[in-house]
Nanobody, 115 residues
Framework: QVQLVESGGGLVQPGGSLRLSCAASGSIFTRYTMGWYRQAPGKQRELVARMISAVITDYADSVKGRFTISRDNAQNTLHLQMNSLKPEDTAVYYC?????????WGQGTQVTVSS
């Protein structure tokens, strides 16, 4: 059983930055594709960024050039650095660990971008 705990969400003004963290239970990064998803009110959950390996990453077009996914293997922590935030980035952000047939989710952290 994999446990994921997100932190770092909050309220930020447009153009600001936030750094999300996801603490994983144990050394799972080499066995799972790690990713960040988000879900805005009334919308489906969508992929934001994922780390398929230490050097292979994938981003949604809407966040390319603004968000960066990274991981700290020693701390078993996944990060999402979010810069130049926009109101449309407002959502609950979820950490995900995926390796068929398993899919694990954190509880989510709220990010609100508003002036």
């Amino acid at each position: 059983q994999v446990q994921l705990v997100e932190s770092g969400g909050g309220l930020v003004q447009p153009g600001g930055s936030l750094r999300l963290s996801c603490a994983a239970s144990g050394s799972i990064f080499t066995r799972y594709t790690m990713g960040w998803y988000r879900q805005a009110p009334g919308k489906q959950r969508e992929l934001v960024a994922r780390m398929i390996s230490a050097v292979i990453t994938d981003y949604a077009d809407s966040v390319k050039g603004r968000f960066t996914i990274s991981r700290d293997n020693a701390q078993n922590t996944l990060h999402l650095q979010m810069n130049s935030l926009k109101p449309e980035d407002t959502a609950v952000y979820y950490c995900n660990a995926h390796s068929l047939p398993f899919d694990y989710w954190g509880q989510g952290t709220q990010v609100t971008v508003s002036s």
